[in-house]
């Protein structure tokens, strides 16, 4: 996945306001260039796990779609811990019963914050097993009036 420069800024700030719960929030754009960051309130309020708050939510996906962009990654932040998918994480995101991702072809964005001075990030997919794949991720300059 591709991140735009000020999406990705976006993001940062919004997960360092957010310390010490997670952060999360949604990536808009098109064939995997995410160029908006859309935060969402944790309805948790916790430093170990996020559920977006419904209403906000919603609100993020209808501004999303006037902005003219399709879904591209869910972001949230893992302040005290590596960014790596947790049981939480794949719980959250995969429907067991059905035996598939809750949201297919949409991959996941999880930002370490283990060290401020140094976030790290890492982008994943999930398999219809059930899986995350670690997938490349890169943060690329602004393109015009595309970035936010």
Known sequence: MRLRKT???QLLAHAERC?????????????????AFYPVTNAL????EFFMEPSEQLRAFKQML????E????FHSH??????PSR???????????RQPYYPGVK?????LMDPDAPDARCYRLTDDGEFVEEPLSIVENSGDQGR
Do not use: Q
Not at 71 to 74: D, E, H, M, N, Q
Not at 88 to 98: G, Q, S, T, V
Not at 108 to 112: A, D, G, N, P, R
């Open 108 to 112: 996941y964005l999880i930002v370490s």
């Open 88 to 98: 939480r994480d794949l719980e959250w995101a995969y429907d067991f019963e059905h």
């Open 71 to 74: 879904l591209v990654a869910i």
């Open 45 to 48: 309020h916790s430093p170990t």
């Open 19 to 35: 310390l010490p719960e997670e952060a999360c929030g949604l990536l808009g754009g098109h064939d995997d260039i995410a160029e």
């Open 7 to 9: 999406a990705w800024e």
């Open 79 to 84: 302040p005290p811990a590596p960014p790596i």
């Open 66 to 69: 006037r902005d003219g962009y």
